[in-house]
């Protein structure tokens, strides 16, 4: 750590003491100076509008400096920042944050979400300096959250279902980035030879439980965070190039994404892994990647309601487990967390590999046991083994069907990029499994091929009753596929 105590108080440490380059984005860069003086811009101006500490104040998860620079300002301040999801029309963006009951909305000058704000919101605008424009300031009905609120307020993925609102309180945020520093130390981070910190790479969007935590951590420990817009393979490399981490994080499609572009194996010299969550790893893109960069794929499994990850893959695992236990996604840490499996009569499991859906008791939060939809396994050396999900199973008819073996299917004929298997309800059969591709480029392949495709190779009712061919599977900000989009496909 590089400071003790809580986050605000590490991330105040490396205010008053950091004086290199803290946030960057392209060619606009802020310092630690720079910085802390932002922070005490807004953080004056919220005192100002009477928004003290407790309060809850909305931002945008933009993947942008302003938003940032709110973020760590509310965090760091003791209010609460309710982080809202971007990816929306402008009217959905503020509906969502008056639902968190917020006392005001942070918004850059330049956001076009502005023009939707209505009188009874407070509106509070964001300069690119750092300072509120006076000018601007729509006075309304902000409501304060009973409280006092600290830490962050963000959004489950919604990857099954509809998204929840889900508020992480300072000390659960404190607790969850030492035991994320200590991971990320199994993957190969340290200081470098100068007793800095490597950069970080913020490519998650910062609504996202992933990207919240990185600038919150990159933050913490004083080191230098790397904005990304949105991911680019090639934007990417070129910061592995100039910055040389030797650990960083690429969710699976972003993997392929850096297969695909054909990126050179020397330009990543200085990685000695990269770590990839979000989503199972398939095992073509784990042995692809390694086989073309001679780099170890290190999993992790974690979720918004645990504050981030709570097992992963180490460098000294991969050494001596990686063939044995190539398809785990990560190894528990029992000293901070308890996992039992609950078998199909409701009892928990009693022995080792019981697939049975998972739940979870975490010391970050306290002492209720967590649920998860995720069906997997624990070996006896603590290996935690997916095996897909509850709510995925699609009924056709009285036969039980596996998204992802239909999936993995139509995933190996050599034109399909990508797929994405879910099922609709049908009149007739109960439910029927659909299946959305992405091509490879220039290629082509119509409904019926695809289905004669899975036909002669699984018995018929695994074949999709409707097959759509999309440019991009819809995803969602943290790259996941975003399986209520997917299902909006279908709906005609």
């Excluded at 993947?63 to 029309?89: E, K, M, Q, Y």
């Amino acid at each position: 750590m590089t400071a003790p105590g809580c986050l605000a108080e590490r991330i105040h440490h490396a205010l008053t003491t950091g004086n290199g380059p803290a946030l960057r984005l392209g060619a606009q860069c802020i310092d630690w100076p720079g910085l802390s003086a932002r922070i005490a811009l807004i953080d004056d101006a919220l005192h100002a509008s009477g928004i003290g500490q407790g309060a809850t104040v909305a931002v945008l998860g933009r993947n942008d400096l302003p938003s940032a620079v709110a973020i760590l300002t509310l965090v760091a301040t003791g209010r609460c920042a309710a982080i809202v999801n971007p990816f929306r029309s402008g009217e959905a963006v503020l509906d969502s944050a008056r639902r968190t009951s917020a006392a005001a909305m942070i918004l850059a000058e330049d956001e076009p979400t502005l023009r939707c704000a209505e009188g009874s919101d407070t509106i509070l605008v964001l300069s690119d300096d750092g300072s509120f424009r006076g000018d601007a300031r729509i006075a309304g009905r902000g409501t304060l959250l009973r409280g006092p609120h600290d830490g962050i307020m963000i959004s489950t993925s919604g990857t099954t279902g509809v998204p929840k609102s889900h508020h992480i309180p300072l000390t659960t945020l404190s607790r969850a980035l030492v035991e994320i520093e200590a991971f990320n130390a199994g993957f190969g981070d340290r200081r470098k030879g100068d007793g800095q910190w490597p950069s970080l790479i913020q490519y998650s969007s910062l609504s996202h439980i992933a990207g919240a935590l990185t600038l919150l951590r990159g933050a913490a420990q004083g080191r230098q965070t790397i904005v990304m817009r949105k991911f680019d393979a090639e934007v990417w490399a070129s910061i592995v190039e100039e910055w040389q981490p030797y650990t960083t994080g690429l969710p699976p499609s972003m993997m392929r994404m850096v297969l695909e572009a054909d990126i050179a194996s020397e330009r990543l010299s200085s990685l000695v892994s990269v770590w990839s969550g979000s989503a199972p790893v398939r095992a073509e893109d784990r042995e692809g990647f390694t086989a073309r960069y001679g780099l170890p794929v290190l999993g992790n499994y974690g979720a918004t309601e645990f504050c981030g990850a709570i097992a992963a893959w180490s460098l000294d695992d991969y050494r001596e487990f990686g063939r044995t236990r190539s398809m785990a996604v990560g190894r528990i840490d029992r000293r901070n967390t308890e996992v039992r499996v609950i078998g199909a009569d409701g009892t928990p499991c009693t022995g080792f590999d019981h697939a049975g859906v998972l739940e979870f008791r975490l010391a970050r939060i306290g002492n209720q046991w967590i649920r998860t939809s995720d069906i997997g396994s624990i070996d006896r050396d603590d290996f935690l083994t997916l095996h897909g999900r509850k709510d995925d199973a699609i009924l056709r008819g009285g036969f039980k069907l596996s998204p992802g073996i239909i999936a993995d299917m139509i995933r190996s004929h050599p034109l399909v990029r990508d797929v994405a298997v879910v099922g609709l309800p049908d009149s007739r059969l109960g439910e029927v499994p659909v299946a959305a591709l992405e091509l490879h480029e220039s290629a082509a392949l119509s409904q019926e091929e695809v289905r004669d495709y899975v036909r002669s190779r699984l018995p018929a009712y695994f074949v999709p009753a409707k097959v759509r061919t999309v440019a991009a599977l819809p995803r969602n900000a943290a790259m996941k596929l975003d399986r209520r989009a997917i299902v909006e496909l279908f709906e005609d």
